[in-house]
């Protein structure tokens, strides 16, 4: 353990690193994080890094679905739900099938439910790879919600499909009826768990005397307990944990205190990162282990990249295909949904650039280090290696061929330079200036109601008013948020100096810097 912790302190630190030179670089952090974890591996001396299969799914998975299903826009899920869930499911699906069809007609003893196994390990998009590639980009937001719709819930059914095909490689054998009544009870039963022990969480927020640490910890236990409960029934922990989580998500405002929610998105934004820096730190550095068994097993490296290439190019064709599908479905039926009707260009370019979306990670590393050593008879798995060193090809070649070249195929091809989408600056104004007029009217109601006990309402009425009439005297030149900024350092240098040399208690200092902290980053986002 002591020859451990200074490897892991080490490796959380180059994470940091990486991040940050992938920033500078504009360079999606997944994909220097998979080639450093690589290099390192072969640095001689470094501890062994063995992942227990059994927890790999329960220390990672949870917690990562959870954030992203309080992240996620739902207006915008429900809106495009149709390719949402065509997506989510029936291109995993199909992807899936094509991997088996392929996998047991070119690898040497490669079953078909071999087939289906490692289809459903790397049919899966991971939405961490997608979104810190395309946050260097401008896409439109239905576009943009379709992609984090669909990876919240493709790992559910790639997950539902690597089960059974994981029952089928044990038993031998595959009986639809039951394979159709467990698959009915992992759907209702994931999301029915989900709902209720979410609806149980929020009420318990709401009654308990909570304070922003304890929602905190409520808010990290949730994923978890929701998963567990739904494994232990045998349903889907996936759907339950995005159901629950959708479930508090849009209920956040209504069982968090406004300290719980800053504290917990701090909380929650460096836990996320940290967690997804490791697992694809994790991804390189568990190759040359994976290699070493290839070797034991007899089967040559060149052999097993032309496999990895293969199935790549089966997974990309294979989403390309569906998204061109999806397509002319949609201007069969609904033609309206469309958008930019007008736009050739865009009409056909954009299942191209969402085929090319498909970027693996985190879900399809779970599946593949989650396969048993053995079989339930105690013999070894078969082709286990093989599956394992795939896998890492085509988490490796995507992340590194489709997250390098998506965003310059984005601008070379100017697929979204017509779209007719509201600036964002606009938006802003918009939403401002309803909200500046709904807090002047509820003022002068309140005035109505205390006229002689409260003149400060006067005064306030007059700051909103003038926000609505003079509404320049409330901006500020970008020369004027840098001096204000400088201030509240100034501010803040003040009163660590006043809590050194004075008797004031330390926490009330403490307090005093945290409302500096949030007026800046209110300043930051104006």
Do not use: C
């Amino acid at each position: 353990m002591h020859e451990l912790l200074p490897f892991m302190l080490a490796l959380v630190a180059a994470i940091v690193l990486i991040e940050m030179l992938a920033t500078k670089l504009k360079v999606a952090y997944p994909v220097l994080l998979v080639i450093a974890g690589l290099l390192i591996s072969f640095v001689p001396g470094l501890p062994r890094v063995v992942v227990d299969p059994n927890m790999i799914f329960f220390i990672f998975l949870p917690p990562l679905l959870f954030e992203a299903a309080w992240n996620i826009s739902f207006k915008e899920m429900i809106k495009w739900y149709r390719i949402i869930t065509s997506f989510a499911f029936l291109v995993v699906l199909f992807s899936a099938m094509a991997v088996a069809v392929v996998a047991n007609h070119f690898i040497p003893g490669f079953s078909l439910a071999l087939g289906f196994l490692l289809g459903g390990i790397v049919s899966p998009p991971d939405a961490v790879s997608t979104g810190a590639i395309t946050k260097f980009v401008r896409i439109p937001r239905s576009t943009a919600a379709v992609l984090e719709g669909e990876s919240l819930l493709n790992d559910a059914s790639s997950l539902i499909i690597f089960r059974f095909a994981l029952v089928a490689v044990g038993t031998g054998q595959f009986i639809w009826q039951t394979a159709l009544l467990n698959f009915s009870w992992m759907l209702v039963g994931g999301v029915g768990i989900g709902l209720l022990f979410g609806w149980l969480f929020m009420q318990a927020h709401k009654r308990l005397p909570t304070d922003a640490p304890s929602d905190i910890i409520f808010t990290l236990i949730e994923p978890y307990f929701l998963y567990w409960v739904a494994e232990q029934v045998h349903s889907s922990g996936v759907l339950a944990v995005v159901s629950g989580g959708l479930l508090l998500a849009n209920n956040r405002y209504s069982f968090l205190t406004s300290a719980s929610r800053v504290r917990g998105y701090s909380f929650w934004e460096a836990f996320i990162f940290i967690l997804n820096g490791i697992v694809f730190m994790l991804i390189g550095l568990e190759l040359p282990e994976v290699v070493e068994g290839l070797r034991s097993n007899g089967i040559p490296l060149r052999t097993a990249v032309n496999y990895g290439i293969l199935v790549t190019v089966t997974l990309i064709v294979a989403r390309i295909i569906s998204s061109y599908a999806a397509m002319i479905a949609t201007l069969i039926f609904r033609p309206g949904v469309i958008p930019n009707r007008r736009s050739a260009r865009r009409r056909w370019g954009l299942p191209l650039l969402l085929g090319w979306t498909g970027m693996r990670g985190v879900v399809s590393l779970a599946a593949a280090l989650a396969i048993p050593p053995t079989l339930p008879d105690g013999s070894a798995f078969p082709y286990r290696n093989l599956i394992l060193f795939v896998t890492f090809v085509v988490i490796l070649l995507t992340l590194v061929i489709q997250g390098l070249t998506l965003p310059y195929l984005i601008k070379r091809t100017g697929i979204f330079n017509d779209m007719n989408e509201q600036s964002e600056e606009n938006i802003k104004k918009e939403l401002k200036t309803k909200y500046v007029a709904e807090t002047l009217r509820l003022l002068k109601e309140r005035q109505g109601k205390n006229a002689e006990t409260e003149p400060h309402l006067q005064r306030l009425i007059d700051q909103w008013e003038q926000k609505i009439s003079k509404p320049e005297l409330y901006k500020m030149t970008v020369q004027a948020k840098e001096s204000y900024l400088e201030l509240l350092e100034d501010q803040r240098s003040f009163l660590s100096k006043l809590g050194k040399t004075s008797d004031i208690p330390d926490e009330l200092i403490r307090h005093q810097i945290y409302q500096i902290d949030l007026e800046e980053e209110r300043i930051k986002l104006l």
